[in-house]
C-alpha cells in the first residue's frame, strides 16, 4: 500500500494551492493554443482509423498506471526502453493519415485569413458560366443515357502527378467532348477527366481511391476515386453513376450523391473566383484580407 500513499501525497502536493504559479497573459495564451491543438488532433483521430488505436493506447496508459502505482519495476522498465520505438512504429503504420492532417492543417482558414504562402496572386474567376453550363449539361446527358463519368476540377493544388497518368488534351471544355470522352469503348473513356480554368488538360487519369470505411459499401470504384481525389488536394470532383445515372459530387473528403443540376451549378460557381481586386489590394497580396487569392 506503500505505492498508493506515495501516489496520493504527490496528487496532493501537485494540486496544492500552494503549487500554482502566478499567470499572465501569455499563460492564458498558450492554454488557448494547447486546448486548439488538442481539439484538432482529437477531430483527426475520430475520423480516421486512429480512433481505434486512441482507445488502445488508454487501455496501455490505464495498464502503465497500475504497474507505476503498485511499484511493478521490471514493467515500468519495459515501458521506457519500448516507448521510443513505439512511437516510430505509430509515425510509420499512420503516416498517411499523418499526411492527411498535416495537409488539412496547411489548409486551414484560420492560417489563410492572415497570411498567403502564394506569392503571385491572382485575379479572375478560375472558369467561366460557359464552362459550368457545359459541364452540367454533359453530367445530366450522360447520367440519361447511363454513362459513367468521372471530372475533376483544380483549383488551387497542382493536379501534375495526377496528369501525368493520362493524355494531354488542352481542349475548350464542351459538352460534346466530355460526352464523346466517356462515351463507352472509345479509346479515352476509362479513368477521369482533368479540368484546369476553360480547358480540359487530360484524360484516362488515375486517382487515388478513398480508403473509408464510412463510404457505402454499394460504391464502385469511380466513387472511391473521386472521392480519393477530393481528400488529397481541393478540387472538386463530379461523378456520374453508370449504373443509375445518378450525379454525385465529391469534395474536400465528404461525397453528395444523387444532387441536381441546380446544386452542382451551386457548387461550381462557389469555386469560380469571380471577385476581382484592385490594383492596391494586388500590391499588399502578402495579408489574406488584402492581396491573398479568395475562394
Same mark, same amino acid.
Given at each position: 500500500?506503500?505505492?498508493?500513499?506515495?501516489?496520493?501525497?504527490?496528487?496532493?502536493?501537485?494540486?496544492?494551492?500552494?503549487?500554482?504559479?502566478?499567470m499572465v497573459t501569455?499563460?492564458?495564451?498558450?492554454?488557448?493554443?494547447?486546448?486548439?491543438?488538442?481539439? $484538432?488532433?482529437?477531430?483527426?483521430?475520430?475520423?480516421?482509423?486512429?480512433?481505434?488505436?486512441?482507445?488502445?493506447? +488508454?487501455?496501455?496508459?490505464?495498464?502503465?498506471?497500475?504497474?507505476?502505482?503498485?511499484?511493478?519495476?521490471?514493467?515500468?522498465?519495459?515501458?521506457?526502453?519500448?516507448?521510443?520505438?513505439?512511437?516510430?512504429? +505509430? +509515425?510509420?503504420?499512420?503516416?498517411?493519415?499523418?499526411?492527411?492532417?498535416?495537409?488539412?492543417?496547411?489548409?486551414?482558414?484560420?492560417?489563410?485569413?492572415?497570411?498567403?504562402?502564394? +506569392?503571385?496572386?491572382?485575379?479572375?474567376?478560375?472558369?467561366?458560366?460557359?464552362?459550368?453550363?457545359?459541364?452540367?449539361?454533359?453530367?445530366?446527358?450522360?447520367?440519361?443515357?447511363?454513362?459513367?463519368?468521372?471530372?475533376?476540377?483544380?483549383?488551387?493544388?497542382a493536379l501534375d502527378?495526377?496528369?501525368?497518368?493520362?493524355?494531354?488534351?488542352?481542349?475548350?471544355?464542351?459538352?460534346?467532348?466530355?460526352?464523346?470522352?466517356?462515351?463507352?469503348?472509345?479509346?479515352?473513356?476509362?479513368?477521369?477527366?482533368?479540368?484546369?480554368?476553360?480547358?480540359?488538360?487530360?484524360?484516362?487519369?488515375?486517382?487515388?481511391?478513398?480508403?473509408?470505411?464510412?463510404?457505402?459499401?454499394?460504391?464502385?470504384?469511380?466513387?472511391?476515386?473521386?472521392?480519393?481525389?477530393?481528400?488529397?488536394?481541393?478540387?472538386?470532383?463530379?461523378?456520374?453513376?453508370? $449504373?443509375?445515372?445518378?450525379?454525385?459530387?465529391?469534395?474536400?473528403?465528404?461525397?453528395?450523391?444523387a444532387v441536381d443540376?441546380?446544386?452542382?451549378?451551386?457548387?461550381?460557381?462557389?469555386?469560380?473566383?469571380?471577385?476581382?481586386?484592385?490594383?492596391?489590394?494586388?500590391?499588399?497580396?502578402?495579408?489574406?484580407?488584402?492581396?491573398?487569392?479568395?475562394?
Open positions: 500500500m506503500t505505492g498508493i500513499a506515495n501516489f496520493v501525497g504527490y496528487l496532493e502536493k501537485f494540486i496544492s494551492f500552494d503549487s500554482i504559479p502566478r501569455t499563460d492564458y495564451v498558450e492554454i488557448l493554443i494547447i486546448a486548439f491543438l488538442i481539439y $484538432e488532433v482529437l477531430v483527426w483521430i475520430k475520423n480516421t482509423k486512429a480512433w481505434s488505436l486512441l482507445r488502445g493506447i +488508454v487501455v496501455i496508459v490505464l495498464f502503465i498506471l497500475v504497474a507505476y502505482v503498485f511499484q511493478m519495476n521490471t514493467i515500468i522498465w519495459l515501458v521506457r526502453n519500448a516507448l521510443n520505438v513505439a512511437i516510430m512504429a +505509430v +509515425v510509420v503504420i499512420f503516416q498517411p493519415e499523418l499526411r492527411k492532417a498535416l495537409d488539412i492543417l496547411g489548409r486551414k482558414n484560420i492560417f489563410r485569413s492572415f497570411i498567403s504562402f502564394n +506569392v503571385s496572386p491572382s485575379s479572375g474567376e478560375r472558369f467561366s458560366d460557359k464552362t459550368v453550363n457545359e459541364i452540367i449539361k454533359a453530367c445530366y446527358e450522360m447520367g440519361r443515357a447511363r454513362t459513367g463519368a468521372l471530372i475533376v476540377l483544380a483549383q488551387n493544388d502527378e495526377y496528369e501525368r497518368t493520362g493524355i494531354d488534351l488542352d481542349s475548350i471544355v464542351t459538352s460534346q467532348l466530355l460526352i464523346n470522352i466517356f462515351e463507352h469503348n472509345t479509346p479515352l473513356h476509362d479513368g477521369a477527366v482533368i479540368i484546369r480554368g476553360d480547358r480540359i488538360v487530360s484524360a484516362t487519369c488515375y486517382l487515388p481511391l478513398s480508403d473509408n470505411m464510412e463510404l457505402s459499401k454499394e460504391l464502385g470504384t469511380r466513387h472511391r476515386a473521386g472521392v480519393g481525389i477530393s481528400e488529397v488536394t481541393d478540387s472538386l470532383t463530379l461523378i456520374v453513376s453508370e $449504373e443509375t445515372g445518378r450525379v454525385s459530387i465529391a469534395y474536400e473528403g465528404e461525397l453528395f450523391r443540376a441546380e446544386f452542382v451549378r451551386t457548387r461550381m460557381t462557389k469555386l469560380q473566383n469571380k471577385v476581382r481586386k484592385t490594383p492596391e489590394e494586388r500590391r499588399l497580396f502578402f495579408w489574406k484580407g488584402k492581396g491573398g487569392d479568395r475562394s
